[in-house]
């Protein structure tokens, strides 16, 4: 299964495992990136493709 394309558009739910500061962020742009920087703590969370794949199947990641 591949990240879907009309999901570009679609707000995700990034929680930052360290703090579990929710963030939202449009589905093209979890797609792009490598890794995303958590505004509340400064966590670096590494967006591997299985992480990306929880965040759209589920809008929420794994942990
Ligand atoms: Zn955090």
């Known amino acids: 299964m591949i990240l ?8 995700m739910i990034v929680q ?3 703090c579990k500061r929710m ?14 920087t ?3 703590c400064g966590n670096e969370i590494r967006l591997t493709y299985s992480y990306k794949m929880a965040i ?3 809008r929420r990641p794994l942990s």
């Open 4 to 11: 879907s394309r009309d999901r570009d558009d679609d707000d």
């Open 16 to 18: 930052c495992p360290n």
């Open 23 to 36: 963030m939202i962020r449009k589905g093209r742009l979890i797609k792009s990136a490598k890794s995303l």
């Open 38 to 40: 958590c505004e509340g």
């Open 56 to 58: 759209f199947e589920n």
